[in-house]
């Protein structure tokens, strides 16, 4: 997903983190990064696992 907005967007994640490469902006680069992360991490753990367990739940 950072791919496609690194090269197809000029307002995404992905572009900001390759500005923000291309500047030597650590700061910058760490708090797209884990802004990034802990959003993926929450759809994960709020949204993806429960509806796996709710629909693997026949295997037990």
Same mark, same amino acid.
């Given at each position: 997903?950072?791919?496609?907005?690194?090269? %197809?967007?000029?307002? %995404?994640? %992905?572009?900001?983190?390759? $500005? *923000?490469? /291309? $500047?030597?902006?650590?700061? %910058? @680069? $760490?708090? *797209?990064?884990?802004?990034? @992360?802990?959003?993926?991490? @929450? @759809?994960? *753990?709020?949204?993806? /696992?429960? $509806?796996?367990?709710?629909?693997?739940?026949?295997? /037990?």
């Amino acid at each position: 997903m950072l791919v496609v907005e690194l090269l %197809g967007r000029s307002d %995404g994640v %992905g572009f900001q983190l390759h $500005l *923000y490469f /291309q $500047l030597s902006d650590v700061t %910058g @680069i $760490l708090a *797209y990064s884990l802004s990034f @992360i802990s959003v993926v991490l @929450i @759809i994960e *753990y709020a949204l993806l /696992q429960p $509806l796996e367990r709710k629909t693997n739940r026949w295997r /037990q």
